[in-house]
C-alpha cells in the first residue's frame, strides 16, 4: 500500500445507508483470549488489509485477525509478487471469533459496511486484482449465511454488489511487517492517518 490520497479505502458513494449491528467493542483493540471450543473462520477481502484488520480487531467476540493471501495459484506468495497483479490471490484477513458473542451475519454486517463491494478490483485509490471483494466461507452453512447476507446488503448500494464467494482455500499469512500495523504504525504511517482513521473515525470505532 502506498501513501495516496484520502480516497482510498474509503466507502463509496454507492451506498445508500448504513446498516451496522450493535456489536460490542473490546476495551481495547488488540485484547485477545484463548480461542474457545465452537470458534469459527472466515476470510474476507475487503481490499487494503490492513484498513480491514483494524476494523475487526476491535470487535467483541473476535479472538483474532491475521493479514494474508488466499485464492490465488501461487504458493508462498509474498507482498511483491502480489503487488505484480499476477498471482491470482487477494489481500485477505483471516477471522477467528466466538459466533456466541458476535454471530457470522454480524462479522458480515461490518464487511459490507467497511468497503465498496460494487467496485471490481478497486478500493479507492487502490487498484489491482489483489483488492477486489472476496468472501472466503469455511463451511455450507457459513456459505448460506454469506449468501443471504449478501442479498440483504445490495438493498444498501445503488450498484449491484461484485464480491466473489468462495470456498476457503489455502491461507499464506502475510509477512510479519504487516499485521497488527494501524495499531503499530498509527503516528507514523501516511497511510495511517490519511486512509485508515478516517474510516475507523467512520464507523465510530477507536483510531
Known amino acids: ?14 451506498q445508500k445507508s448504513s446498516n451496522l449491528p450493535k456489536t460490542k467493542m473490546k476495551e481495547f483493540a488488540a485484547d485477545a483470549k484463548a ?3 465452537g470458534s469459527e473462520t472466515i476470510s474476507l477481502g475487503a481490499g487494503c488489509f490492513w484498513c480491514v484488520e483494524a476494523v475487526y480487531q476491535q470487535l467483541e467476540g473476535v479472538h483474532s485477525v491475521v493479514s494474508g493471501y488466499m485464492g490465488g495459484f ?9 503487488c505484480q497483479k499476477n498471482t491470482g490471490h487477494v489481500e485477505v484477513v483471516q477471522v ?24 471490481k478490483d478497486q478500493q479507492g485509490a487502490d487498484k489491482g486484482p489483489q483488492y477486489r471483494s472476496a468472501v472466503f466461507y469455511h463451511s455450507e452453512e457459513q456459505k448460506k449465511v454469506t449468501e443471504a447476507s449478501m442479498k440483504a446488503a ?28 494501524y495499531f503499530l504504525n498509527k ?18 470505532l477507536k483510531d
Not at 501461487?74 to 502480489?82: G, R
Open 1 to 14: 500500500m502506498f501513501l495516496i490520497g484520502a480516497a482510498s479505502c474509503q466507502d463509496s458513494s454507492s
Open 35 to 37: 480461542v474457545p471450543e
Open 74 to 82: 501461487v504458493p508462498n506468495p509474498t507482498y511483491e509478487q502480489i
Open 96 to 119: 477467528v471469533f466466538d459466533p456466541k458473542k458476535v454471530p457470522a451475519s454480524d462479522i458480515l454486517a461490518w464487511f459490507w459496511e467497511l468497503h465498496d463491494p460494487t467496485s
Open 154 to 181: 445490495q438493498k444498501l448500494f445503488t450498484k449491484p454488489i461484485v464480491t466473489e464467494v468462495r470456498k476457503a482455500e489455502k491461507f499464506w499469512v502475510a509477512e510479519d511487517y504487516h499485521q497488527n500495523f
Open 187 to 204: 503516528k507514523k504511517n501516511g497511510y495511517c492517518r490519511v486512509v485508515i482513521q478516517p474510516k475507523l473515525l467512520k464507523l465510530k
